[in-house]
Nanobody, 126 residues
């Protein structure tokens, strides 16, 4: 299972940190990341990392968001300088193996690929 926490209402320009705990990867090659669904829009990748040390960010969040982990099962998303357009449901997900990082992040593998949490709502208001 995968479980996110840390969402909530917040003002424009403020910071928020999301956390995610996933089942142990058991030494497998993996990717783990954050996706979001804004109101009226489709699912999009936000930030992702893998067990090979690669990290990818979506253009709208580069320089503002940072993905990190302090164990193979715990993932964070530090979100700074939040904007209204960052509003949405944020999902943590994990998939195997790490070689699928790019197509998974881009959405080429479909929304059902990987293991997903229930999501946490982030609402940014001005």
């Amino acid at each position: 299972p995968v479980a996110e926490s840390g969402g909530g209402p917040i003002q424009t320009g403020a910071s928020l940190r999301l956390s995610c705990v996933a089942s142990a990867h058991m030494d497998r090659s993996y990717c783990m990341g954050w996706f979001r669904r804004a109101p009226g829009k489709g699912l999009e990748g936000v930030a992702i990392l893998d067990s090979d040390g690669r990290t990818v960010y979506a253009d709208p969040v580069k320089g503002r968001f940072t993905i990190s982990q302090d164990s193979v099962t715990t993932l964070y998303l530090q979100m700074n300088h939040l904007k209204v357009e960052d509003t949405g449901i944020y999902y943590c997900a994990t998939a195997y193996p790490a070689s699928l990082l790019q197509p998974w992040f881009s959405g080429s593998l479909g929304p059902d690929f990987g293991y997903w949490g229930q999501g946490t709502q982030v609402t940014v208001s001005s």
